[in-house]
């Protein structure tokens, strides 16, 4: 008998982008289901409109999981002022103005699937290597796409290529 895997969490990608954007959860799944149909999609929340809350995405292959949320307000303006101030030497002009109007965010959580195995004797530098971050990669750039927004990594401030 196999357990669900236990999530442990490496990583988040937020992608800005104006409110108007925000992507219907039915646009989203099709978008995941044509990156990959063997991803398994979980959990789809939408509000009354049907724009996308939250999803869940796993994929097995990559011993990886994904958590999609959406998020907008004041909070989301000042953590763009905040960044737009951090970039502005680094990042190019089109990207910061870009930034400035954003007005939503996806967080983009992704987690390693790791089987609960008492007699695996595996560290933390074994368990990243198993770990296949093209899931992460592939997800975030159709994201960017339906969104026309801006991936940034906030663990380093950097927009993502």
């Known amino acids: 008998m196999s357990a669900e895997p236990e999530l442990h969490w490496r990583e988040t990608y937020f992608i800005f982008f104006d409110a108007a954007n925000r992507p ?47 998020e907008e ?7 763009t002022t905040e960044l737009a101030k951090q970039l502005k030497l680094e990042a190019e002009a089109e990207d910061v103005a870009k930034l400035l109007r954003a007005s939503a965010r996806l967080d983009v959580m992704h987690f390693e699937m790791v089987n609960d195995d008492p007699y695996a004797d595996f560290d933390d530098e074994d368990s990243m290597e198993m770990l296949d971050p093209s899931c992460l ?13 801006l991936p940034i990594d906030p663990a380093s401030g950097a927009i993502l290529p």
């Open 137 to 149: 990669l592939l997800v975030v750039e159709s994201l960017v796409e339906l969104t026309e927004g």
């Open 24 to 70: 219907s959860l039915a646009a989203i799944e099709t978008a995941l289901k044509k990156l990959n149909p063997a991803y398994e999609v979980r959990n789809p929340i939408a509000n009354d409109a049907g724009l996308l809350e939250s999803i869940s995405l796993n994929s097995p292959r990559d011993n990886a999981a994904l958590e999609i949320t959406y």
């Open 73 to 79: 307000g004041e909070a989301v303006v000042e953590q």
